[in-house]
C-alpha cells in the first residue's frame, strides 16, 4: 500500500468534500449510493461525478458497479489521505510530512513521518484487511449484524486498542513507544532509535538481557496484562543503551483473561526459545503463572478495589503476619492497568470483538496482490458518464464560488444530516409527505448499523464520523431482501428518475431546517467525552468512537 504524501497537497476543496461525505456514507452503507454522496456533500450532481472521478483514477474511493450496488466505497488510501490530513490539522500538527516506510507487518505499515520542527515520528497504519473477510466469513457466524468485521472499522478498532494500551503503558514508565497521536486506523508515537531484537545477532550481556525481558513479563502480568505476542520482532533494542523497548499491542489481553495462563507462558517461552537459538543461552530460572497468581493473591487480601473483580480466596481471613503485611504494601501499590484501561473507554466488548477477529485471522494467509477488496464487475471508464460529467462541472463552475472551508463544521454537519435522515426515519414521527419515500428508503434500507450503536458516537470529533462496523460479506443477502421488498431500490433507477435533484435539494432543505445540524452536532459531541481529549500530557487523538 502507497503512502503518497504529495497526494495531500492536490485534493481539491470539493474532492475533500466528497471524500469525507464517501466515509460517513460508510457508516450505513457497504458502498454508498452516488445521489447519497450528493447529498452529504452539498455539491452539485456534475461536479460530484467529476469530483469521484478524480478521486477514483488516484484510489481513493473505488467505485463499485453491479447487478446489487452502484455507488462508491473509500479505500485504504483514501482513509489513510484522510486521517493524515487529520493529523496535519491537529495543532500542533502531529505528523506534518510523511517519510519511508520502514516496516510492513502481516496487517500493518510503519512509516517514517516528521512533525512541523522536523523531528521524526512513526506512523503506523493498521490494515486489517489484508486478511480477506471473505475467507472468514463462513467462520464467524457468532458475529452479529452489528458486530460483523469490516476492514475500516477493525483497523481502527486495532489502532484505538494498540494506543489505548501504549498510552496507559507509558503513563506508567514500562518501556514503550511515546504514545502521541490517534486516529482512525492510524497511531503516531515515537520513533525508537533502535533495532528489532530480531536482527540482533550479538549482546553484550545475554543474560542481562534474558532477565530484564523476563521481568518485564513479570511487571505486565502485576499490572494485569499479558503482551500476548512478546518475541524478537515486537522488542526493540535502544542503539544508544541496548536498553529493550516494547512495541504492538493490538493483541494485549488481560490477565483475567480465559487463557491468560497459555497466553503468558507462551511469551516467556518465546523468549526462552529466541535466546536458546540465537545467543545460545538458557535462562536457569523463568517465570511462571504461578508467580502471578500470587501477585493476584497479594491484591485480593488487601481488599483491593480489583479485589472484587477476582474471586475471593478463603486465605483472606488468614492472621496478617508481618510478611504479609510487606507484600501487602507492594500489592497496594500494584496498579491495573488492564482495568484502566478498560475504564478509559476500551472497553471490553471491543476488546472481545477484536481479539475474536485476531484468532479467526490468525492462520489465514494473506490475500494477495491488491490489498484491499476489488468487485470483479467494477465499471471503471464509462466514457460517456465522463463527457457529461465534465461538462456538467464546466457549466457549474461559474455558478459555485469557492467558500472558506471548515473541516469541523463540515463534518459535523454531514454527520448532523445523516443523523437526521436516519431518525428522522427510525422515529416514523415526521411528515412522510416531506420525504421522498425512494429516498428515504435508500438511506436507510441499506443500513446495517444498529441504533444502539450510536451511544459509541462523539461527533464534536473531526474525524468521529468513521465507517460503524459493517459486513462486508453478510452485506448481499441483507441487499437481496431489500430488493426483494423494494423491487425498485437501485441506485441506478434512482439516478435515472426524473426530478431526483429536486428531491434531493427538498430534502436537504427539509432536513437542514429540521435538524438545526449545528445543535446536533454539539449535543452529540457533549453525550460522550473523551477521557484523554482533556489530557494535557500528550497530544492525544480527539476521536475516540463512531
Ligand atoms: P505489526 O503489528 O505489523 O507487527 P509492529 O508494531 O510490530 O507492527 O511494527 C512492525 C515493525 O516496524 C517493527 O518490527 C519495527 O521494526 C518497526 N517499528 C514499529 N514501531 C516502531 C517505532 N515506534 N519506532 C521504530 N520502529 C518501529
Ligand atoms: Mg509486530
Redesign the pocket.
Known sequence: MRLDATDLRYVTADEFRVLTAVEIGSKNHEVVPSPLIAELSGIRGGNVRKALGDLSKRDLVARVQNVHYDGYRLTYGGLDYLSLRTFSRRKPASVHSVGNK???????D?YIVADETGEKR?L?L?RLGRISFRAIKSKRDYLGKRRSASWMYMSRLSAQK?FAFMKALYQHGFPV?VPIDQARHCVV??????Y?L?SVDVVDDPADLYSKLMELIVRLAHSGLIHG?FNE??I?LLRKTGEPIV??F?QMVSTRHENAEYFFNRDVNCIRRFFKRRFRYEGATWPTWKDVLEGEDEVEQNGSADAAETEEGEEGQADTTEEQAESSKTAEKRVRIDLEVEASGFGRIMQRELEDYMIEVQDMPASDGEEEEQESDEDEDDDEEEEEEKAEAESSKTSAPEEPFSEEAFQKQMAARMEALRLSRALGNDDPEDLDPELQAQLSDHSLTDPSSDSDSDADSDDSVGPAPTDFTSYMPSQRNTRRFHPRLTVKKLGEKDGVKDTVAKEREVMERRAKPRDVGAKLGKAKGHKWKSSEKFMVGKDSGW
Open positions: 520502514i516496516g510492513v507487518g502481516k496487517e500493518s510503519i512513526c503506523k493498521h494498540e513507544p508515537m515515537s520513533l525508537i532509535d533502535g528489532p530480531r505476542d520482532f515486537n526493540m512495541i504492538d493490538p
